[in-house]
């Protein structure tokens, strides 16, 4: 199992940028695929982003593409969100995931058999 813990959350204004962060412990995260997720109040989690375990192969949620960005640094065992252009509708608390066999393109719909979760970083996008 695989601890991992977000960061860099906070409040920006629309049109600003954050970086989120999601550090793992416990094994090497390099022989996890990774995804970011988001859940806004009232709604479902929302799939965002997933990177494949070497980080060459990516794949985005379609109101994020062009916007957000993943990465990841498998020597530091974590695994980046940089996101621009942010909007009001990008509220929501921002949660990374990991799994040793769910691949990239199934992430979303698989959401719910992902194997590692962290507890969430808030973003907050004001108009």
């Known amino acids: 199992q695989v601890l991992l813990v977000e960061s860099g959350g906070g409040l920006v204004q629309a049109g600003g940028s954050l970086r989120l962060s999601c550090a793992a412990s416990g094994r090497t995260v390099s022989r996890y695929r990774m995804g970011w997720f988001r859940q806004a109040p009232g709604k479902e989690r929302e799939f965002v982003a997933a990177i494949s375990r070497s980080g060459v192969s990516t794949s985005y949620g379609d109101p994020v593409k062009g916007r957000f960005t993943i990465s990841r640094d498998n020597a530091k065992n974590t695994v980046y969100l940089q996101m621009n252009s942010l909007k009001p509708e990008d509220t929501a608390v921002y949660y990374c995931?990991?799994?040793?066999?769910?691949?990239?393109?199934?992430?979303?719909?698989?959401?719910?058999?992902?194997?590692?979760w962290g507890q969430g970083t808030q973003v907050t996008v004001s108009s």
């Open positions: 995931a990991g799994d040793p066999i769910v691949g990239i393109d199934e992430m979303e719909a698989r959401v719910g058999q992902l194997r590692d």
